[in-house]
């Protein structure tokens, strides 16, 4: 043990603040009188064995700031450290649970009403489940973002958590049963307590809200904490080399494991409606965060110029906050909808999700239009690609580098397309080549309806695979082509099972996204070819072109 909690006034350690926060004063301890700070650790089955304790004496404004004297347990020790707070009479008047440090490290701790609640909550849970789990926590928190959280909801929240991520068929069961070993699981989970990588989050950027929060006395803060979870989730799956995209797959099986429901029917109507406006939140902000992850990597790989990258980025950051801003506007109403709706007279809860749902889609249209190749970013690919085909750009498809958008307007390729082809035209102009064998996937309905084998609805639309080589295309380009048109495939058969109005089952689903993943990696292993005419293009190359074929999507 080698980490010491310090109170705030020194601006290191970690900073502890008893406060008043964003509610109402009788929420602030009592000016003048003497309080016992107590810190344990939380154990692997749940209990608590104390560390150290400390008095302190309240302020004018009832805050309290303090130090150790002894030192503290870190992450390679335990995962949580609790810190309770305590009158004359040794009743616990505030407490609040925060990660372990990492040696050496810093974190920021603030006790206030929520800190509390979730507190109190996540003890019960550990202790009823058996197990300090960082996950069951990590979900824990993103359900518990309301200080008014009945007691009798609690039991409820533990059986939550020991179905939908410890249950046979729960999210950890799923990982295991789909390729991640048991040292991956607990690396995973090591990670969302500490993680070193650069540029990473974990549980203490989460933690340390609620030390902004108690110092500005904003709920602010507090809204953006709930939006935060999914980037630590992401960044301790990449720490622990799990794929995104199972844990996005991991996230579904969660919500639909086996006695979830029955467990969500014995909580309270208002505590429901917080989990289910929590988990919209969640499952958008977590697919936003895997979108900027693999777009970005298979940007670099593909050598897309910084200036395109950041344009992507800046994208996708302009998302997230616009993520964040629907967090924060409705931050009341996902702490407490119940309150919020008597708070609002002739405001339903429809019209609040409706209103909700409507700007998350309206973020999503202007991140679409905001990572749109510009004219002349197109015009220089089709010149690429017709350098590298050795024709003229005029005998180039004439739809080569444009769409169409969900309302029928014809828009121009976004920018990872255009990167990923103007990365194989280089490749050709420097002396490689692409090779490509066409995949089986069925066709979906969907497809089947415009999909037509020589371009000719006069005769028909046959619902087939193009032959590009038969064509007369160059074999390169009949290659990307096939490829191009496969992805295409691929992502629309994920979504068959929802044809004709269909309401497939939790089992339909899960399968339906791990056969797109695998049908992925058949398509990957499928690309062959040079970058020069000597070296081989490589495992992330092909994984980055396939990627940057896709469209972006939050599903």
Do not use: C
Request: charged residues 15%; aromatic residues 6%; negative net charge.
């Amino acid at each position: 043990m080698n980490r010491r909690f310090r109170r705030v006034a020194t601006g290191a350690g970690m900073a502890v603040a008893l406060a008043l926060g964003y509610v109402a004063p009788t929420y602030a301890l009592t000016a003048g009188a003497d309080y016992t700070v107590v810190v344990s650790q939380i154990n692997s089955n749940g209990s608590l064995t104390a560390v150290t304790s400390t008095t302190a004496t309240a302020d004018v404004d009832g805050k309290i700031g303090f130090d150790f004297p002894a030192t503290m347990p870190t992450a390679d020790e335990v995962h949580f450290i609790l810190l309770q707070i305590k009158d004359s009479n040794n009743i616990v008047v505030r407490q609040g649970i925060a990660p372990a440090p990492g040696a050496g490290e810093t974190n920021l701790v603030g006790v206030n009403p929520l800190s509390d609640v979730q507190a109190d909550a996540l003890q019960t849970v550990m202790a009823d489940n058996g197990t300090d789990d960082p996950l069951a926590a990590a979900f824990g928190l993103v359900f518990i973002r309301s200080e008014s959280l009945a007691s009798s909801d609690i039991p409820g929240l533990s059986q939550m958590m020991a179905t939908a991520i410890r249950g046979d068929d729960g999210m950890e069961a799923f990982l295991l049963a789909n390729g991640v070993s048991a040292t991956q699981l607990a690396t995973f989970k090591d990670r969302i307590i500490y993680n070193a990588t650069a540029g990473a989050t974990d549980m203490s950027d989460y933690i340390a809200f609620f030390k902004t929060a108690v110092d500005s006395d904003s709920d602010d803060d507090l809204a953006e904490a709930g939006g935060l979870m999914g980037d630590i989730l992401i960044d301790a799956g990449a720490a622990a080399d799990i794929d995104p995209q199972l844990l996005l797959a991991a996230f579904d099986a969660a919500g639909d494991a086996t006695g979830l429901e029955a467990a969500m029917a014995s909580i309270s109507s208002g505590f429901q409606g917080s989990v289910m406006a929590a988990v919209s939140g969640f499952q958008t902000r977590v697919s936003s965060v895997v979108i900027k992850k693999e777009y970005t990597d298979a940007l670099g790989t593909l050598g897309g110029s910084q200036s395109l990258i950041d344009r992507f980025n800046a994208g996708v950051q302009d998302f997230i906050t616009a993520q964040r801003q629907v967090d924060t506007q409705y931050g009341d109403y996902f702490m407490n909808p119940d309150g919020y709706l008597a708070a609002n007279p002739g405001v339903t809860e429809q019209q609040i999700r409706q209103a909700i749902d409507t700007a998350f889609q309206n973020a999503w249209g202007d991140f679409e239009a905001a990572i749109g190749s510009t004219n002349a970013e197109i015009t220089t690919m089709r010149s690429k690609v017709a350098q590298a085909l050795g024709i003229n750009v005029g005998d180039l498809p004439v739809d080569l580098g444009q769409k169409r958008d969900f309302d029928g307007n014809t828009v121009n390729w976004p920018i990872p397309q255009t990167v990923a082809v103007s990365w194989v035209a280089d490749t050709l102009v420097n002396g490689g080549n692409l090779g490509y064998d066409r995949d089986t996937t069925p066709v979906p309905a969907m497809m089947q309806n415009w999909l037509d084998s020589d371009n000719n609805p006069g005769n028909g639309v046959d619902g087939l695979r193009h032959d590009f080589t038969g064509m007369g295309m160059p074999v390169d380009f009949a290659s990307l082509m096939g490829l191009m048109e496969d992805v295409q495939i691929v992502e629309n058969s994920r979504y068959a099972i929802w044809d004709g109005g269909n309401q497939p089952t939790a089992d339909e689903r899960q399968q339906a996204r791990l056969t797109f993943l695998a049908n992925l990696a058949t398509l990957a292993g499928n690309i062959s070819g040079t970058s020069n005419g000597a070296t081989a293009i490589n495992a992330d190359e092909r994984k980055s072109l396939i990627k940057l074929m896709m469209q972006p999507s939050l599903n």
